[in-house]
């Protein structure tokens, strides 16, 4: 009976192994379960990547986080919150340049990653700054809008053209051509780094006829001291001003002067932004006697028989164009007679 005993306490040669594999599995179920022996440490996590789905994005708008790790879980702050492995998650509205950070949490550990997301103001709408009424063909007049960073100009024209013909041009100031009287209007719109393009900016400017002057002219062109001289004009396009004299004219007017010597008249045609244009005419005074109404203040001695000259004092009445102006002096009266012994006439002598 002993014997038998000892016998059946054996383990038999050939189940060794099925015993090994028993252990193990016991031991990798104590793994699974979480539980270690202290010999072993988990597995860090680990962040394989992090990418945002576009950087810049205009700002104001989202754009997606997308993050890749292993061992643990994962969370994003700025308010995005937990995250996926592999998920996209929005990052909400962003109107600055922003920087998230991930964290990733397991048993081994917890690690992080950052990223920034950038930002690009949207184009704002131009406000256009640019004379608001021009002379028609007038060349080189300045257009501008406010500068925006990171974006570029484009500008359109109607009725006008740009510095060297073009129709379009860029950059945040222009010079232009006024094209015919009417209405000019210049557009501009900027575009972002994005490609973005705001809205489009306008303004109307007004065009205006150029002065033109057709005809000036003085009718005698030459007189005699004392005579006048009309002088007639015809232009359009502005007010007529004609100097000396500063006297105001109309397309088609007229005026009478009395030049005491040669007067160059000038006609100025002036519009309503001070663009003008002139043309000039001269009166010639010739040489000579004039007629002149004479007052007699006195006379002095007596007459020295027939036709003898007779001292006086005189003021000449005359204005010579000038209506407040009088000429005094003092010489002989002659008289003229005509037949019939009365006198038509008298001319003054000096001495």
């Known amino acids: 009976m002993r014997e038998n005993r000892v016998r059946s306490s054996r383990i038999a040669p050939s189940a060794a192994p099925l015993l090994v594999m028993l252990l193990l599995s016991l031991v990798a179920c104590s793994w699974g379960d979480g539980h270690h022996d202290g010999s072993t440490p988990p597995p860090a996590p680990r962040i394989l990547s992090l990418t945002a789905a576009n950087s810049p994005i205009p700002a104001g708008t989202a754009t997606t986080l997308t993050a890749f790790f292993v061992d643990g879980t994962g969370s994003v702050d700025q308010g995005?919150?937990?995250?996926?492995?592999?998920?996209?998650?929005?990052?909400?509205?962003?109107?600055?340049?922003?920087?998230?950070?991930?964290?990733?949490?397991?048993?081994?550990?917890?690690?992080?990653?950052?990223?920034?997301?950038?930002?690009?103001?949207?184009?704002?709408?131009?406000?256009?700054?640019?004379?608001t009424a021009v002379t028609a063909g007038k060349a080189l007049l300045a257009a501008s809008v406010p500068d925006q960073a990171g974006c570029t100009f484009a500008w359109t024209i109607t009725g006008g053209t740009f510095t060297g013909g073009a129709a379009t041009a860029t950059c945040s100031a222009v010079t232009f051509t006024a094209g015919a009287a009417g209405t000019l209007v210049l557009g501009c719109t900027a575009?972002?780094?994005?490609?973005?393009?705001?809205?489009?900016?306008?303004?109307?400017?007004?065009?205006?006829?150029?002065?033109?002057?057709?005809?000036?002219?003085?009718?005698?062109?030459?007189?005699?001291?004392?005579?006048?001289?009309?002088?007639?004009?015809?232009?359009?396009?502005?007010?007529?001003?004609?100097?000396?004299?500063d006297h105001a004219m109309l397309d088609g007017g007229t005026w009478a002067v009395l030049p005491v010597s040669n007067t160059e008249y000038t006609l100025h045609v002036t519009n309503a932004v001070g663009d003008g244009v002139t043309s000039r005419v001269t009166v010639n005074v010739s040489a000579g006697t004039a007629s002149l109404g004479v007052t007699i203040s006195r006379f002095a001695g007596r007459p020295g028989g027939r036709g003898y000259p007779h001292r006086a004092q005189w003021i000449l009445a005359a204005t010579y164009g000038h209506p407040d102006s009088h000429r005094a002096g003092s010489g002989h009266l002659h008289p003229q007679r005509r037949r019939g012994g009365r006198s038509q006439s008298v001319w003054l002598g000096s001495g």
Do not use: Y
């Open 80 to 131: 995005v919150g937990p995250i996926t492995s592999g998920v996209p998650v929005s990052t909400g509205s962003l109107l600055v340049t922003t920087s998230f950070r991930l964290t990733v949490t397991g048993p081994g550990g917890t690690v992080t990653r950052d990223i920034t997301v950038s930002t690009l103001p949207a184009a704002l709408q131009p406000v256009l700054t640019a004379p």
């Open 191 to 245: 575009t972002n780094a994005l490609g973005d393009a705001g809205a489009l900016g306008t303004l109307s400017v007004s065009v205006l006829a150029a002065p033109i002057i057709t005809a000036f002219s003085a009718e005698p062109i030459t007189i005699a001291l004392g005579d006048s001289s009309i002088l007639t004009c015809h232009f359009t396009g502005g007010a007529g001003l004609i100097t000396p004299g």
